[in-house]
């Protein structure tokens, strides 16, 4: 079994933000690989459910058992949450893959990596904090309009801005690449990922 966790804030005012990313991701990949049910109106619905801080939702994908997870403890606390459901499910942090956006990438660019520090996102912080470990995959999402620029207006004003419509479209089609990204993780091992991705 694998946690899959996207990183965002609950709300709806934080709604397709850059900060949430990470939540994005999560609710594609839900859509996406079929972890839903019927609402009784012949329509299909994601089906997250509460327990411990978070929504989560269990499915499978590449015949590995699933559990999608949205920490709603807030992206600075996301450790919180993280840290109850792999002591609850008893899994080793090597079997969590981290979603999350990040400023120091190009719009809509995504990578890989493991084992490495947080580079300043909060939310990545408090994960390594609680856990105490960084031995856990991390796909990040650039969220960055104008590389290796840091925006004018400041760095926690901006990842709290909505993505205006021409961002927006780059987003949604990294997310179309993260699906696959995950999918080649768990069927090939996050190295081939890293080597195709990065």
Wanted: aromatic share 8%.
């Amino acid at each position: 079994m694998k946690l899959i966790i996207g990183l965002g804030n609950p709300g709806e005012e934080y709604k397709k933000t850059r900060h949430n990313c990470g939540f994005m991701a999560v609710d594609k990949i839900a859509a996406n690989f079929q972890f839903s049910i019927f609402n009784g109106f012949d329509k299909l619905t994601t089906s997250f459910q509460s327990i411990f801080n978070a929504k989560i939702s269990k499915g499978k994908i590449a015949n590995e058992n699933i559990i999608l997870v949205k920490p709603q403890t807030y992206m600075n606390n996301s450790g919180q949450a993280v840290k109850k459901l792999t002591t609850y499910y008893k899994l080793p942090t090597t079997n969590l893959i981290i979603i999350h956006d990040d400023l120091d990438l190009p719009l809509g660019k995504i990578r890989i990596s493991k084992s490495c520090g947080a580079a300043g996102h909060k939310g990545v912080e408090s994960i390594i904090c609680e856990l105490k470990t960084k031995d856990f995959i991390r796909l990040r999402i650039g969220i960055n309009p104008k590389q290796y620029h840091r925006p004018v207006c400041g760095t926690e004003k901006f990842v709290l801005q909505k993505f205006n419509k021409e961002e927006e479209k780059i987003i949604f089609e990294s997310l179309e690449k993260i699906n696959l990204a995950v999918q080649m993780i768990l069927e090939k091992g996050v190295d081939q990922a890293m080597n195709k991705y990065n």
